[in-house]
């Protein structure tokens, strides 16, 4: 099972930028045929699904990211990153890592989750 560690969340004002990291402690090349994602849970709400890259890097976004976010790899570091702007208060939850099928369309692991809050 892969473990994956994410970094980088806090308190950010509206219209401010965040970025997030998440680290696959798999090998290299176990990591280069991961797809890979990011989900988020707000409280009350159930979790959905941000952003995911394919093991080719294709990208795929939720209807609600309109072009704020971008997700990327680095195969060599074995990390994945979300990098938010104009965030706003409804972008506040708990974001989650997650490694995925080559494709990214089935989460296989999830991360611990980091807090994200957007204050307006």
């Known amino acids: 099972q892969v473990q994956l560690v994410e970094s980088g969340g806090g308190l950010v004002q509206a219209g401010g930028s965040m970025a997030l990291s998440c680290a696959a402690s798999s090998r290299i090349f176990t990591f280069v045929l991961m797809g890979m994602g990011w989900y988020r849970e707000a409280p009350e709400n159930e979790r959905e699904l941000v952003a995911t890259?394919?093991?080719?890097?294709?990208?795929n976004y939720a209807d609600f990211v309109q072009g704020r976010f971008t997700i990327s790899r680095d195969n060599a570091k074995k990390t994945v990153s979300l990098q938010m702007s104009d965030l706003k208060p409804g972008d506040t939850a708990v974001y989650y890592c997650t490694s995925m099928n080559f494709e990214a369309t089935r989460p296989t692991s999830w991360g611990q989750g980091t807090q994200v809050t957007v204050s307006s």
């Open positions: 890259i394919t093991a080719g890097g294709i990208t």
